[in-house]
């Protein structure tokens, strides 16, 4: 038995000497390279990582357009009509009754507004054209003769330049429409598959809720249940405020174009209203088509009138609409409204800046609650979200 002062064991030595040489000694890379660079270089492989998966993905997107983008239009769809599908079966109304209500109610609506905006615009038709043509030839009469003194080949020109410029930008737009389908035939089945997931997301979307969270793993599934659920409700807070505003941009910008006497008022009204899911996008175009008909048909004076109209619209949607409704429905800044919205322009064309929102909002809110790992917490979203009522509660996410 040797005592406190006496020499260790031959173990206690080597344990001891490689903690003092692991402790003092650095290795040769970490001396050479800067602490700095290190972390630095650690985020970028990960970083390279994540791109390489999301270039993938988006790879398998554009591949699979034709089933991707009917997919998201019917997930769209059944979140803008969940508010009154969900009043009605908390109301002991049978889901079966509920589901038919609800999408024939909004085929109706779809349908009727675009025909009382056809009939409309098929009543005025000849009247709007010709005092187009009027409208045109008076503006190049006062470009020539008035204080610019502009020649005609400068005109022509300038209407060139104006056409490619439109074109090139419109055909970024419509090249992501027609990724919806390249032939009629492409469009009818996309509608069909459209309808046909809508269908099965109000019949039994719990059902395939459940057998999603179930390709993870086991110790995974209460996290993504929580945050699946969270997720979905953002989208539904975002379809219900989007429907909101666009409710009150094609009222405010309809009754100004009735009022001040601008011809298809009710067709322009129908067009803000569908514009209004594209953000940005949808109320610029939307807005030029409400004061080129002013301008055209009415006069300039008029035209002032139908752009001051407009603006003041779009200033009440972007100044107090968007931040105080969408901003606490979506929780996204605005700034990465224009981003996101600018970015899927780029990358599907119209799809994309339609799909833009709502995705960011799902993206961050699942970001959100998977960070915070609030399933611990056994904190769920609001149980009202009747979609996920055949969906058996993990333990860890049992209210």
């Known amino acids: 038995m040797t005592g406190p002062d006496s020499t260790p064991p031959s173990r206690w030595r080597g344990m001891r000497s490689d903690r003092r040489v692991v402790g003092t000694v650095r290795p040769e890379a970490e001396q050479l390279v800067p602490r700095g660079l290190r972390v630095a270089t650690a985020y970028a492989w990960r970083l390279l990582v994540i791109a390489a998966g999301v270039g993938v993905l988006v790879w398998l997107v554009i591949q699979l357009k034709l089933l991707v983008v009917p997919l998201l239009v019917a997930i769209l769809v059944t979140a803008l ?20 209500v609800t999408v024939v ?35 190049r009469t006062f470009l020539v003769t008035g204080p610019l003194h502009l020649t005609e080949a400068q005109i022509d020109s300038v209407i060139s330049q104006v056409g490619d410029f439109v074109q090139q930008r419109a055909q970024v737009l419509w090249t992501g429409a ?28 719990g059902g395939i809720w459940r057998w999603t969270t179930n390709l993870f793993p086991r110790p995974a599934r209460a996290a993504i249940d929580g945050a699946g659920r969270a997720g979905w409700r953002s989208v539904v807070d975002y379809a ?78 972007g100044h107090i609409l968007q931040p105080l409704l969408m901003g606490s429905a979506v929780k996204v800044h605005p700034l990465a409204v224009v981003l996101v919205v600018a970015g899927g322009a780029m990358i599907a064309g119209i799809p994309g800046a339609l799909f833009a929102v709502p995705m960011a909002a799902f993206v961050n809110v699942v970001w959100v ?23 058996p509660r993990t333990k860890k996410g049992d209210e």
């Open 178 to 205: 027609l990724a919806i389908g390249a032939t009629v035939g492409h469009l009818a089945t996309g509608a069909l598959l459209a309808l046909f997931v809508l269908l099965c997301l109000l019949a039994d979307g």
């Open 369 to 391: 609650y998977l960070s915070d790992r609030a399933w611990e917490t056994g904190h769920i979203p609001s149980t009202a979200d009747l979609i996920w009522s055949t969906v």
């Open 240 to 317: 219900r405020t989007q429907l909101l505003v666009a409710s009150i941009d094609a009222v405010g910008i309809s009754v100004g174009a009735f009022l001040l006497g601008v011809p298809l008022a009710l067709p322009i009204g129908v067009l803000v209203f569908l514009g209004a899911f594209v953000p940005i996008v949808g109320a610029v175009v939307t807005g030029a088509v409400a004061v080129f008909l002013a301008l055209v048909y009415n006069g300039w004076f008029i035209a002032v009138w139908m752009l001051v109209v407009v603006l003041g619209v779009q200033q009440l949607e």
């Open 105 to 139: 109610a909004a085929v109706a609506v779809v349908t009727g507004l675009l025909t009382l905006a056809i009939w409309q615009i098929t009543l005025q038709w000849s009247s709007v054209q010709a005092r187009t043509v009027e409208g045109i030839d008076a503006l």
């Open 81 to 100: 009509v969940w508010p009154a599908f969900s009043f009605m079966v908390r109301h002991r109304m049978p889901r079966w009754a509920a589901i038919v």
